[in-house]
């Protein structure tokens, strides 16, 4: 996905997706919720009565194992692990091996066999677990307790990076005392291109993007308003630009393609004209924080029933993709950069529309019907501990933390995180940081933007990378700084409130209970009436009450309401102690 979130770093980030879960009834509750890459997965997860981590708070002590099975998440442009060298070098000097099991799409399918069937692997990597499933997964035995091992022992490098960072500890802690994930965040925001303010690089995921060549072809202006955008949107269609102007098949224009309600490439920026750019199907990205400290759930609110009820028009006309319920990120991709897609969301440009780059440009963050807008911020760079999970499957956890204990070398998760070295770092500057490939060298020797790069030799994971590092290990790549100053100097203009969700709040057992019980119910019920009424109109008066009805009485919207407020509560007075 793009270019920072699908390596599954940054906390809460997309890390607090959505969780399904099954109801009570004499079985443990469980539940799974994902990020991936690029967008976000939700799996639903379902089992026996799990027994209490018999190894808590001791380490095995059988080391015969060497051969592992790990599961998770990589990229689109991926090829697979089994051919990178990096991670080969890592099982090398570790003295085991690895069996991946990765996969772009249908991770949460996969996942949820896998934990439902207690067919599980020796680990989870890059599935993107919240502090919810890790207790829950913790408590029953299906992950083990981490803590004895993170010990000069078993894993010098993290437990240097612990003594000297122990609030990185404290966040991965979880409301039991145990530690069920490794750590991974990726300190980056606008303080390091110099800014007064330090934004994170994830606060809008989505940048959105138009085909400035076919605007310039039809004589149209960049968009400014939503309504602009629908009459661009409407000559896109009527002339059929894609065939016009690439000479792709006759009727192959798609005015508009995005996901729904994806991380980096939904159709939320688009909402901003209403004032917010939240995923309202997702419970904690549903969430804003207000300025007082109060929270509140959009998909409630007046402004979220004026947007759904506007854009319907537009899918009506056929001008937003009738895929963008169902499409997977390389589907998106394989549309954009085969020039049929006029409008789209993505990271950046030059990753999603390929050799076609240079024809789009950035759209503004678009004022709605009533000269408004606001985006709203997510959050980003926070410690989350989603990304590596042990299971109780593994008998030698100790060898496999060996391999794993390599990713908090910085030079290590500097190749983890971009690319190796001799590809992606060629050399090093006067003060001995490693410089990352530009696009002109990464399209000379590789045929790829640096982008396309990252995404072949990116591996989603356990990735610690401290802000340290950009002054002893490696430079921050220009593709980064490009962002982080669009981030600042562009896109942070069009934000009224800069008040943000802390997604790594951590939750009592009493409140995972009122989540596990509410939950899925809640994030179903919304997406469901969602998609429905951009696909076939807006919610009479009727449909409207009926629905607020049943997030109240059927799925816990007051309850959720309580519980995350009870949970930012805790956290905004942990800060302030601190």
Known sequence: MGIYLRAGIGSALVYWKGEFTMKKTGLLKRSVSCVMAAGMVFLAACGGEGEENAEKGVAKTDTSQTKFTVMGGMSALSGGYEDNAVLNKMQENAGISIEWITMSDSLAEQV?????????????????????????????????????????????????????????????????????????????????????????????????????????????????????????????????????????????????????????????????????????????????????????????SDQYRKAITYFHDW?????????????????LISKCSQGYVGVATWWEVDELTGEHAEDYVYLPVLDGPDGTHNVTLRTGGATNSGNLSITKACKSPANLLKFYDQWYDGEIVMQLQYGPIGVYFTEKDENGLWNSIGDTEAREKFGKSAGELKGQYEVYGPKLILSEYYNTTFKMEARAIKRLQDLNDYWMGFVSSTAVYPMDCVFTEDELDIIDQYKADFESTVSENEGLWIKNGEPTDDEWESYLSTLRRSCGMEELLKVYQDAYNRYAEARKAE
């Open 315 to 331: 899918y009506a006309e056929g001008l937003m993709d009738i895929e963008m319920f169902s499409q997977s990120q390389t589907q």
């Open 112 to 300: 949820n066999i896998r934990i439902g069937t207690d067919d599980l692997p020796d680990a989870f990597q890059a599935v993107g677990f919240s502090n919810y499933d890790l207790s829950n997964y913790g408590k029953d035995g299906t992950f083990i307790d981490l803590t004895p091992y993170l010990t000069e022992e078993y894993m010098p490098n993290l437990s240097k990076i612990l003594e000297k960072h122990p609030e990185i500890r404290s966040a991965i802690t979880m409301n039991d005392g145990g530690i069920y994930g490794l750590p991974a965040a990726e300190q980056m925001g606008t303080a390091g291109i110099g800014a007064d303010k330090d934004y994170s690089i994830y606060s809008v995921p989505q940048f959105s993007m138009i085909n400035k060549a076919w605007l310039d072809d039809l004589g149209l202006s960049v968009p400014t308003t939503l309504d602009e955008l629908h009459t661009v949107l409407k000559a896109f269609q009527d002339n059929d630009m894609s065939a016009k102007y690439y000479g792709n098949a006759a009727g192959s224009t798609i005015p508009m393609s995005t996901g729904f309600d994806q991380w980096c490439w939904g159709q939320n920026i688009f909402y901003a004209g209403f004032g917010f750019t939240n995923w309202p199907n997702d419970v904690c990205n549903d969430l804003v924080l207000r300025e007082d400290g109060t929270v509140e759930f959009i998909c409630a």
